[in-house]
T-cell receptor
């Protein structure tokens, strides 16, 4: 089992719809969780971080964390073509992996007009 | 504010050649990292430096060496390049390794080994 798993996609949604991106992780002691966006040929940029169970909202983005289910998600409301990118989930481990940041393989999102 | 600066942006090497990838950050971060990114593999950690004067292996350290020259600079060296090292390399930094601070990435170096 991979430490951090994402559906690689591609996920295709129409403009204005909600895009839902999911991530599961194996380390129950994981401490912090990040979503990065990466445009083709560019470097990853941080869009959301979440540390405790529940929802965290920032503009059109909502991160959701459920530590019991070892699941973190990113919702993008009112999706725009400019949201088309690869979204990377990153998890910072706990326990013996304390501090180690592991990335999923990324989900490709395409928003079509 | 430059953030994390990597050089070069592109490089082509022949098998067996050596080279050093340079990285510098101006955010006064303590921790620095080198990742490689291959299609379908996500980002994999090569080496990291939790603080000035320390370096540690990540997931895929074989074939690489690093130097934390000072707090700002962290270089990655390929002593004898192999085609398997064809990849995009990202340097990143964070305030500290063992806290909630996120990584800030450089623009990447696209390396091709023929």
């Amino acid at each position: 089992q991979k430490e951090v798993e994402q559906n690689s996609g591609p996920l295709s949604v129409p403009e204005g719809a909600i895009a839902s991106l999911n991530c599961t992780y194996s380390d129950r002691g994981s401490q912090s969780f990040f979503w990065y966006r990466q445009y083709s040929g560019k470097s990853p940029e941080l869009i959301m971080s979440i540390y405790s169970n529940g929802d965290k909202e920032d503009g059109r983005f909502t991160a959701q964390l459920n530590k019991a289910s070892q699941y973190v998600s990113l919702l993008i409301r009112d999706s725009q073509p400019s949201d088309s990118a690869t979204y990377l989930c990153a998890v910072r481990g706990g326990g013996t992996s304390y501090g180690k940041l592991t990335f999923g393989q990324g989900t490709i999102l395409t928003v079509h007009p | 504010n430059a953030g994390v600066t990597q050089t070069p942006k592109f490089q082509v090497l022949k098998t067996g050649q050596s080279m050093t990838l340079q990285c510098a950050q101006d955010m006064n971060h303590n921790s620095m990292y080198w990742y490689r990114q291959d299609p379908g593999m996500g980002l994999r950690l090569i080496y990291y430096s939790a603080s000035e004067g320390t370096t540690d292996k990540g997931e895929v350290p074989n074939g690489y060496n690093v130097s934390r020259l000072n707090k700002r600079e962290f270089s990655l060296r390929l002593e004898s390049a192999a085609p398997s090292q064809t990849s995009v390399y990202f340097c990143a930094s964070s305030v500290r390794k063992d806290d909630n601070s996120p990584l800030h990435f450089g623009n990447g170096t696209r390396l091709t080994v023929t």
